[in-house]
């Protein structure tokens, strides 16, 4: 067990790296290729976008790192890892500007390795 939280906490580390950097490469390595992102679109509606598709709008983005915003890293946070046998799910927090980000990571290990399967999110401008 203790193993498997040393996994997921690399790969919150890494994500939390890759979203301030806006890095897709960075992020690629950590979700499978038949991952999905959802989230509630500008209109309301629920919109779910292959992990390629949402990999393509972040190479898109200017990252807070080019835009020289700080790292905020005291705002990068953990809120909570679950593991039930190959199933976990990573709750975290993190700001990006005047944007506030809640991701939940569904992760499955396949093989002995942890990676992210879903993203579900949401986001709050202050």
Known sequence: MEKDYGALL???QT???AAYEMDAEK???IFYAASSVTKIGEDGNVSVAPIETWLAAV???KSPKQSGLGRYEQ???IVSIDVARDLAVVRLKFRSG???FTDMLSCLRSNGS???AQKVMTVETV
């Open 15 to 17: 994500y939390f790296d």
């Open 27 to 29: 992020f690629a390595t």
């Open 59 to 61: 190479r898109g983005l």
């Open 98 to 100: 005047a944007r506030h």
């Open 10 to 12: 690399g790969i919150a």
């Open 75 to 77: 705002l990068d946070e």
């Open 114 to 116: 942890w990676k992210i």
